[in-house]
């Protein structure tokens, strides 16, 4: 019975090796599909259901799926350049005619990479390599939008997916000892994924939480022509560094004629998709996101792992200072970008 929290993979620079089976990193929700006849619901990855997002991939479930099963997997949506999380966040939303106008427009799909039950049987204590047999056999007919993700035991394999398939918008490669467990809430696997640096304009910054004493986010920039825009954040730092960017950010306040205080401008940006400074969260209405402008005079290397359209993925790490950087010089040319991919390869590949 649900809520069930999934298994979860700590990070490798290295692909593990041994007798260890490969998957590819899907960008989306993670999800674990709980299917009791025509009672089915959808969990989280922090155990919160999701079941009223995703009402197609319900209907799925229900025509292909087992009667009664519990599959853990990963909900995304294909864009015409990859897997869209962006679009796949805009289903996050409290009015159901939205959801249902989104669901007809923009369909998800459900990869499934594990199986955690099938009738009466548990299977968490199995291992993987049967949890993965079993889960093959239940899925022999699915059809789109359900999909089985590739596996494979060959490390080269791997390898190949690691870099041929970034462009179609994966994070990267999980690797599964062959033996494992299924171990809710633990990090069993390990994950492989890409990393980049590049050079931004630190545009302004948002303060830790409710202290105002240090600093949370640095909000970070790209030149587009003339424009500068909002393309991400960096947010981890040690507390000791939180207290020292307050100093090394003084001298950059008080900024005049700021690219990002021309509100009525940032209206307008709104209608042609680019990503605002200081927006609503989606995930969370009472999250405070304002933020305080600084001069854009400040350049950071920052790593990264991919650029989706016009921003950053997931949220950036800080690297150095660039003093020797002008600003203007930090452009989307500058981003190492993934060559694309079909999805059609990466659903069809084969170990």
């Known amino acids: 019975m649900p809520p069930v929290s ?3 993979a700590k990070l490798s620079r ?4 041994g007798d260890v089976r490969y998957e590819p990193k899907w960008d989306g929700f993670r999800c674990i599909v709980f299917r009791d006849a025509d009672e089915v619901e959808l969990g989280s990855r922090n155990e919160r259901p999701l079941t009223r997002y995703f009402p197609e991939v319900i209907d799925a479930v229900r025509a292909q799926l087992p009667e009664r099963c519990v599959v853990d997997g990963e909900l995304v949506i294909a864009g015409a350049d990859g897997l869209d999380f962006d679009v796949l966040s805009q289903r996050i939303h409290p009015a159901a005619s ?5 669901a007809r427009e923009k369909p998800a799909s459900f990869v499934a990479f594990d199986l955690l039950a099938s009738g009466d049987t548990d299977l968490r204590q199995a291992p993987f390599f049967q949890r993965r047999l079993e889960l093959e056999d239940v899925l022999e007919g699915a059809k789109p939008p359900i999909y089985l993700t590739p596996l494979t035991a060959d490390p080269a394999v791997a390898r190949d997916w690691f870099e041929r398939f970034e462009g179609a918008g994966l994070d990267g490669v999980v690797a599964k000892s062959a033996d494992v467990a299924y171990l809710p809430g633990q990090r069993a696997m390990w994950k492989v994924k890409h990393e980049r640096t590049g050079d931004f304009v630190v545009g302004g910054f948002r ?6 004493t ?5 909000m970070l920039g790209l030149y587009d022509g003339p424009h500068l825009e909002h393309v991400g954040v960096i947010g981890a730092f040690p507390a000791e560094q939180r207290r020292e960017l307050v100093d090394e950010l003084e001298p950059y306040l008080d900024p005049i004629d700021h690219p990002w205080a021309d509100w009525a401008g940032a209206a307008e940006a709104a209608n042609d998709g680019r990503r605002l400074p200081g927006a609503a969260s989606r995930w969370n209405a009472g999250k405070d996101l304002s933020f305080v ?3 854009p005079d400040l350049v950071v290397e920052a790593a990264y792992e991919h650029l989706q359209g016009r921003r950053l993925r997931h949220t950036a790490r800080f690297r150095r200072w660039r003093p020797d950087r002008e600003p203007v010089s930090c452009t989307y040319e500058q ?6 991919s079909l999805l059609s390869e990466v659903f069809g590949a084969r170990g």
């Open 6 to 8: 999934p298994m979860l």
């Open 14 to 17: 290295e692909l593990p090796e």
């Open 98 to 102: 939205r959801v249902a106008m989104l």
């Open 207 to 212: 303060w830790y939480q409710a202290n105002r």
């Open 214 to 218: 240090v600093v949370g986010s640095l």
């Open 293 to 295: 402008l600084l001069r």
């Open 335 to 340: 981003m190492d970008v993934a060559v694309p």
